[in-house]
């Protein structure tokens, strides 16, 4: 058969979702196509539209992302417990006549930081800065594999934030977790014992490539390793600045690819050529 798959979200100029897809069909041997579906905010028929498609056989596989990783959720009949728990998807695929809704970003967070922490980690301490949609993946995935987990926000973000510990504690029996503001002075009396600090916003994406999350002049905890989720550019400020002060970071190419990998494999059964993705999309 030949797939037809693609992405809705808006807007989709920056996507590499393309690159990744169209070479792991290719690796697996299989036809079809990866392409982008761009509906505008204006146009709030044309998500139904495309999820209509998906029931009907036209469309095999859809990923979603910003804005309608939760707008898209009443269009659907059912939602993985992973989707559940953090109140968004990224992933639709027909099952038994259903339209189901997962969500990938959390395991392939998880599995991406797996192979950066290759050298294992002594105590399971997290500071995620940021509250919203990313944030809400990556700290299911943490709370999953058991670590503490500390929110650093803005003050605009304090009732996002929580809003997000409130949910976790209820739905995902989650033990420990707290936030604090993003600030240097609060920051500072969390030096110790943090071992992970991961950037769960958008500052120092592209273009606006200079910026850092990270207030200026705090130094970094000492054992610390960074996890930067924004995958453009290559190399964040955030963890330029984690490596000059001689610590392990990376940005979350990683986890584009695993994400990717886990919604290919939801769709056609196959697993997915990580390697071969990771080089479709490295450069």
């Known amino acids: 058969m030949d797939y037809i798959l693609g992405l809705t979200g808006f807007p989709l100029g920056h996507s590499l979702s393309p690159k990744l897809h169209s070479a792991a069909l290719h690796a697996t041997g299989l036809e079809g196509e990866y392409c982008l579906f761009s509906v505008s905010p204006d146009d709030p028929q044309a998500l139904s539209e495309l999820t209509g498609r998906l029931r009907t056989g036209k469309l095999h596989g859809l990923n979603v992302t ?3 990783k939760q707008a898209v959720i009443p269009l659907l ?3 993985t417990l992973s989707a559940q728990v953090i109140g968004a998807v ?9 339209l189901i809704g997962h969500n990938t970003d959390a395991p392939g967070f998880l599995a991406d930081l797996a192979k950066f922490l290759t050298n294992g980690i002594s105590e399971k301490k997290a500071l995620v800065l940021g509250a919203g949609g ?3 993946a990556v ?5 999953m594999d058991d670590w503490n987990v500390t929110l650093a926000v803005r003050r605009a ?12 504690k209820r739905q995902a029996g989650a033990g420990s977790m707290c936030s604090v503001l993003l600030e240097a002075g609060y920051l500072s009396r969390l030096e110790n014992g943090m071992r992970l600090i991961v950037n769960a916003t958008p500052i120092g994406m592209f273009p606006e490539t200079e ?3 990270w207030p200026v002049d705090l130094p970094f905890p000492h054992e610390a390793a960074v996890y930067d989720v924004i995958y453009n550019p290559r190399q964040t400020r955030l963890v330029r600045d984690a490596r000059c002060a001689g610590l392990r970071a990376s940005t979350g190419l990683g986890m584009l690819v695993e994400q990717a990998a886990l919604s290919f494999a939801c769709w056609t059964g196959r697993d997915a050529p990580r390697d071969v993705m990771f080089s479709a999309v490295e450069a």
Request: aromatic share 10%.
């Open 157 to 168: 973000d304090v009732g996002l934030a929580g809003a997000l510990i409130e949910s976790f």
């Open 66 to 68: 910003i804005p309608y």
């Open 211 to 213: 910026i850092s999350p």
């Open 134 to 136: 990313a944030a809400r």
């Open 90 to 98: 990224n992933t639709l695929y027909l099952k038994d006549g259903r």
């Open 139 to 143: 700290v299911y995935a943490l709370l």
């Open 77 to 79: 009949d059912e939602l």
